[in-house]
T-cell receptor, first 111, second 113 residues
Framework: GQQLNQSPQSMFIQEGEDVSMNCTSS?????WLWYKQDPGEGPVLLIA?????ELTSNGRLTAQFGITRKDSFLNISASIPSDVGIYFC???????????FGKGTSLLVTP | DGGITQSPKYLFRKEGQNVTLSCEQN?????MYWYRQDPGQGLRLIYY???????QKGDIAEGYSVSREKKESFPLTVTSAQKNPTAFYLC????????????FGNGTRLTVT
């Protein structure tokens, strides 16, 4: 599969702070997805992006599909303790079939 | 409620034994997938199936086998040929291949000693 570079690898923040993470690819993608995984559980879809430049929000979460189609970012505003988990980006190129995943950003929120 | 069920949640096996992980979905999805997750490695694709009686190798298929005899079921067998079988295994499904978001089960943690 194609390599996705996700950063940062981990983040330790205080409750109330904003968070930003991103994902880049060496190839053009037609779909970007962001998932969150709680410990011992399967990933849950947060936001799906299908068009270059698309900016989509889901509550305190905002994600954008980069203009170059090779990157995407996820922002979390006013973090709360339940935001703790691992966040994964995933993408699909035109020639691909199954999603490729980044290695994840581990988020820890301290009260 | 529709969803994906993986069983068991935890599985322990001795080295050299084959083991089969169950995955059932009632979402009426055509496509199903198996991913392996190791700490710090993200999710790596083992096998996927776009339709009944058809499946394709993913990036790390060696030492694994699958079947897709029914739309609802996509069991994964971890064979004794898999060199490092201890991992967290995730099954997923989607409405149609590729651009539809994946819905994941809650995983099976396999420990081989």
């Amino acid at each position: 599969g194609q390599q996705l570079n996700q950063s940062p690898q981990s983040m330790f923040i205080q409750e109330g702070e904003d968070v930003s993470m991103n994902c880049t690819s060496s190839s053009i993608f037609n779909t970007w997805l962001w998932y969150k995984q709680d410990p011992g559980e399967g990933p849950v879809l947060l936001i799906a992006l299908y068009k270059a430049g698309e900016l989509t929000s889901n509550g305190r979460l905002t994600a954008q599909f980069g203009i170059t189609r090779k990157d995407s970012f996820l922002n979390i505003s006013a973090s709360i303790p339940s935001d703790v988990g691992i966040y994964f980006c995933a993408g699909l190129s035109n020639s691909g079939y199954a999603l490729n995943f980044g290695k994840g950003t581990s988020l820890l929120v301290t009260p | 409620d529709g969803g994906i069920t993986q069983s068991p949640k935890y599985l322990f096996r001795k080295e050299g034994q084959n083991v089969t992980l169950s995955c059932e979905q009632n979402l009426n999805h055509d496509a199903m997938y198996w991913y392996r997750q190791d700490p710090g490695q993200g999710l790596r694709l083992i096998y996927y199936s776009q339709i009944v009686n058809d499946f394709q190798k993913g990036d790390i298929a060696e030492g694994y086998s699958v079947s897709r005899e029914k739309k609802e079921s996509f069991p994964l067998t971890v064979t004794s040929a898999q060199k490092n079988p201890t991992a967290f295994y995730l099954c997923a499904s989607s409405r149609s291949g590729g651009h539809s978001p994946l819905h994941f089960g809650n995983g099976t943690r396999l420990t081989v000693t």
